[in-house]
């Protein structure tokens, strides 16, 4: 079992271009979280989903969406990139909405220009 | 709101010797709180949570409601355990993680 995949591993982009960032969650999972890691800092909350719904949001503007596939893979879309932009951005997955056990992704590293 | 403080960003600590790393937090309601670890090239992994009162790699933690910490300790601290660890707090459900600012972990020889 690989675990959380995420793609790419690492990117550069453009101010005020768009990103597509793309997770798979660990065999049996279906609940899907994703987290933003500035340099120094612990990984912030942006949202999770489940059964292909946003089930809560953390404190990220609307440039920042989502979308879970009936496969329960996840992606993360950012929209209108801004240089504060820049950080890890992690997948975590689990099974079920209420209980622990996240299993977190190795990141995608997303550089803004 | 919810929010988890690692005071320390940086401990090194000689082998063998006793280690603690500190984490206080702020939660109205009931908290979960969780220690996890990221090793070097490794991805974040968890290292133990509080409903368990577990003992994961010779580590414990202790929920204190009444001073609101979930100090990670071990008793004699071994090479293996440098790393960065990060304190969270999980909200009802734990549908969202409140993560500190980490620790990074050093173990002198």
């Known amino acids: 079992d690989a675990g959380v995949t995420q793609s790419p591993t690492h990117l550069i982009k453009t101010r005020g271009q768009q990103v597509t960032l793309r997770c798979s969650p660990k065999?049996?999972?279906?609940?899907v979280s994703w987290y933003q890691q500035a340099l120094g800092q612990g990984p912030q909350f942006i949202f999770q989903y489940y059964e292909e719904e946003e089930r809560q949001r953390g404190n990220f503007p609307d440039r920042f969406s989502g979308h879970q596939f009936p496969n329960y893979s996840s992606e993360l879309n950012v929209n209108a990139l801004l240089l504060g932009d820049s950080a890890l951005y992690l997948c975590?997955?689990?099974?079920?909405?209420?209980?622990?056990?996240?299993?977190f992704g190795s990141g995608t590293r997303l550089t803004v220009v | 709101a919810q929010r988890v403080t690692q005071p320390e960003k940086l401990l090194s600590v000689f082998k063998g010797a006793p280690v603690e790393l500190k984490c206080n937090y702020s939660y109205s309601g009931s908290p979960e709180l969780f220690w996890y670890v990221q090793y070097s090239r490794q991805r974040l992994q968890l290292l133990l949570r509080h409903i368990s009162r577990e003992s994961i790699k010779g580590f414990t933690a202790d929920l204190n409601k009444g001073e609101t910490s979930f100090h990670l300790k071990k008793p004699f601290a071994q090479e293996e355990d440098s790393a960065m660890y990060y304190c969270?707090?999980?909200?009802?459900?734990?549908?969202?993680?409140?993560f500190g600012t980490g620790t990074r972990l050093t173990i002198i020889p």
């Open positions: 065999s049996g999972h279906d609940t």
């Open positions: 969270a707090l999980g909200d009802f459900g734990n549908e969202k993680l409140t």
């Open positions: 975590a997955s689990r099974q079920g909405v209420v209980g622990y056990g996240y299993t």
